[in-house]
Every structure is written in C-alpha cells, then in structure tokens.
C-alpha cells in the first residue's frame, strides 16, 4: 500500500531563516506530487506540482520554491522566510496517469514564523 | 476567481440526523469531483468522489449527489456521528490538468 510522510511535524522559525520541507511516498512509482498551503481558517491553496522528476510547476508566485531531485521525494524551500508564510503545509500525491483519480494527503507540517 | 465554493462555513446537526454539505463550481472542464474530511493538525482524508458522467455514488453513510446542470454536489451523511465533526472539503478536477481545485470547506459539528 501507498504511505506519505511529512517531516518536520511541527516547524517554528525567524523571519528571514530558509526554509526545507520534505515529503516522501512509498509503495507507487512515477506519482504525481503537490504542495499545498492552509493559512489559519481558510481553505487549500495549491503551490506547486510536479508530474515528474525535475518538473514543477508554481501556480502561486511568493517566497517560496520546490525541487523534486527524485521520483518520490518532493521539497518545498524558502531562502528567507516571511511572516506571511506561516501555515500548515501539506503535501498530496496522485496517480500520475492524467485520468481523474483520487488525491492523497500527508500528515502536514505547521511552520510558524515568528 | 474561485472555481469551487462552499458557501457554509459552518453547519449543526444533532446526532442520528443527516448533515447535507453542498458545493457550487463555475468551470463545466471539471469531470470528477472529491469530498475530504480533515480534522485539525491533520492531513486531509478522502472520503468519497463521484465522475461526472454520474448523478450519485454511495459508500456506507456517505453518499455524494451531482447536479451538472446546476453545477451543484453534495454530500449527505447519514446518520451523523459524533466522530464526523470535521471540516470537510469538496475538490474538483479536469482530466489531463493534474490539478484539484478546492472549496473553501464548512466545518460540521455534530451534537450528542
């Protein structure tokens, strides 16, 4: 079966400190990834995807950027973090066909910037 | 431009009754649509989706209804449990885009 992991859990750091999220699939191969973004008390906002190694795609210009340096590891990073950039960050992966499928999420990680 | 709308953001229903959460979408590409249930500090999970060629599909408790002329979804749960309150996201996506498009979310509560 398919698992996503997330790590940090929890991420607390000073405005103007990069950034490095992580996020790992396990038991699919070649998936779809993504990087989503819940500011407090609103709704997901989509940051990046990527369809293969190497290709990503930003839907939201901002601070922030994504590499996927393997086919099952999928990266969010930020040189210098924003107060703005506060949030829980989730990452979600989906079969990499096209076809309509299901989307699955991570456990996410809360990043505040203080 | 908001494609996927919940317009409630919050709804009450006492246990053993049904909760109804409904979805408005503007874009007729969208060909699949999704509900997620996510508690908080937690990631979302898929509960049910339905395609678009379809007016209704059922899992358990969970049944979700697509009106394409209204460009209207909805989801019923019945009976509600306790253990359903949540915020629950509807999604919607277009074949060939890889991109899921999500609503706003409406939080439910459901009373003992």
């Known amino acids: 079966s398919q698992t996503i992991h997330q790590w940090p859990a929890t991420l607390v750091q000073p405005v103007g400190s990069p950034l490095s999220l992580e996020c790992t699939v396990e038991g699919t191969s070649n998936p779809n990834l993504y990087w989503y973004r819940q500011a407090a008390g609103r709704g997901l906002q989509l940051l990046f995807y990527?369809?293969?190694?190497?290709?990503i795609s930003s839907e939201v210009p901002q601070n922030l950027s994504a590499s996927r340096p393997q086919d099952r590891q999928f990266i969010l990073s930020s040189k210098k973090l924003l107060l703005s950039d506060s949030g829980f960050y989730l990452c979600?992966?989906?079969?990499?066909?096209?076809?309509?499928?299901?989307?699955?999420f991570g456990p996410g990680t809360r990043l505040t910037v203080l | 431009d908001q494609q996927v709308k919940q317009n409630s953001p919050s709804l009450s229903v006492q246990e053993g009754r049904i909760s109804i959460l409904n979805c408005d979408y503007t874009n007729s590409m969208f060909d699949y649509f999704l509900w997620y249930k996510k508690y908080p500090a937690e990631g979302p999970t898929f509960l049910i989706s339905i395609s678009s060629i379809k007016d209704k599909n059922e899992d358990g408790r969970f049944t979700v209804f697509l009106n394409k002329s209204a460009k209207h979804l909805s989801l019923h749960i019945v009976p509600s449990q306790p253990g359903d309150s949540a915020v629950y996201f509807c999604?919607?996506?277009?074949?060939?885009?890889?991109?899921?498009?999500f609503g706003t979310g409406t939080r439910l509560k459901v009373l003992a």
């Open positions: 979600a992966w989906s079969l990499t066909s096209g076809r309509s499928d299901t989307q699955y």
């Open positions: 990527s369809v293969g190694i190497g290709q």
């Open positions: 999604a919607a996506y277009t074949s060939g885009t890889y991109k899921y498009i």
